[in-house]
């Protein structure tokens, strides 16, 4: 309470975020692979992935301001930046996050599980969505209604960790008219992608070879380059 005005007194708080972690390393997963990229990951994920490789950013993570996140971002200095977590979009300040790096010129990637709306995300964004397949025991999650927003400048990513998996996601891919909704210029902006010491990487190659899916055929970069289980790469 104001003792001069009789009125109480409101605490504005800033914008802020949970961040387990800002780094800067060469992006391993998607279209982008291979370019040099800004990450900011999100504290937080209400999915159980069986095959998670980032558990630790489950719980924990340091209180930043979006000023202060962006600023982290600006001193690093790389165009490509990408939002993720866990699940970022289980925070609505990452919206506006998102919101902010795109009017400051930034190329903005943002991984999603696909379990949360993505249609307040700034039209500049790219989404690069990663449908769980049944083996990842969180099918249920997926927010189908996400695929009708999806456009040109999107992605969609499956990770397969078996036969079903892959044969889940082909259906997937051709039931629901993927191979002409997310594209990158003449190519699928679809991805296909082996757990990580769980499915066989050449048996994934050659099912796809087979079936003739126009899709990307891709394993996780970053874990070719360092440690699998390295963190802030």
């Not at 961040?19 to 900011?40: D, K, N, R």
């Not at 679809?190 to 048996?203: C, E, F, H, K, N």
């Amino acid at each position: 309470m104001d003792e001069g005005t009789g009125t109480a007194t409101v605490t504005v708080t800033a914008p802020f975020l949970r961040i387990t972690e800002i780094f800067h390393s060469i992006q391993g997963e998607s279209t982008w692979v291979g370019a040099p990229c800004t990450f900011v990951r999100l504290t937080g994920c209400p999915l159980r992935c069986v095959w998670c490789d980032t558990e630790y950013s489950f719980h924990g993570g340091d209180r930043m301001s979006l000023d202060e996140i962006l600023a982290e971002v600006r001193r690093i200095g790389c165009p490509v930046v990408e939002i993720t977590g866990g699940e970022p979009l289980i925070h609505r300040h990452a919206f506006t996050l998102a919101q902010r790096l795109v009017e400051e010129g930034y190329t903005v990637l943002v991984e999603t599980s696909g379990s949360e709306d993505v249609t307040p995300l700034d039209e500049g964004v790219h989404v690069i969505m990663d449908l769980k397949c049944p083996g990842s025991g969180e099918m249920a999650r997926n927010r189908w209604e996400n695929l009708d927003v999806l456009d040109h400048r999107d992605e969609v990513k499956f990770v397969v960790a078996d036969r079903t998996d892959y044969e889940w996601a082909r259906s997937v891919i051709r039931d629901r008219g993927l191979e002409d909704r997310v594209r990158d210029g003449s190519l699928r902006a679809i991805l296909l992608s082996p757990v990580w010491d769980g499915q066989d990487r050449r048996a994934l190659a050659e099912w796809i070879l087979e079936d003739g899916l126009q899709v990307r055929f891709q394993t996780q970069l970053h874990k070719h380059i360092w440690d699998p289980g390295a963190r802030g790469v």
